[in-house]
């Protein structure tokens, strides 16, 4: 599988994982029981779908070998990385502040 994985989440939401020094995940993450991320194939389509029009919105960027992923099926068949625990932070994840374009929708810089 991959070894670079992504999540993106409120600007808000990761200021207040690395103060603590984990992210126990966004309320759709607690909601479904694990913390959702994307390969970067998949993220386009999860920006269209799950943050269209949405505001200060950070990408973070992990090794998934550092964290316990299960890869399962979800949108269309698709295999995703799920998380079933909190997400403990080290410092290493790379972010970047997304911006919209002109048709609302993320711009994902990588």
């Known amino acids: 599988m991959k070894s670079k994985i ?3 989440c409120q600007i808000q939401e990761w200021t207040k994982a690395k103060e603590k ?3 126990a995940g966004s309320k759709i993450d607690i ?5 959702h991320f994307s390969t970067q194939e ?3 389509t999860t920006a269209k779908k799950h943050f269209k029009g949405q505001k200060n919105l950070i990408l973070i960027e992990v090794d998934a070998k550092t964290l316990q992923v299960k890869w399962e099926p979800s949108r269309g ?7 079933y625990e909190n997400w403990n932070l080290n410092g290493s994840e790379k972010t970047w502040e997304l911006l919209l374009d ?3 929708n993320p711009i994902i810089p990588i």
Do not use: C
């Open 102 to 104: 002109d048709n609302n």
């Open 42 to 44: 998949q993220l386009v």
């Open 21 to 23: 020094g984990f992210y």
């Open 6 to 8: 992504y999540k993106i």
């Open 31 to 35: 909601s479904d029981g694990f913390i």
């Open 77 to 83: 068949g698709d295999v995703f990385p799920h998380l």
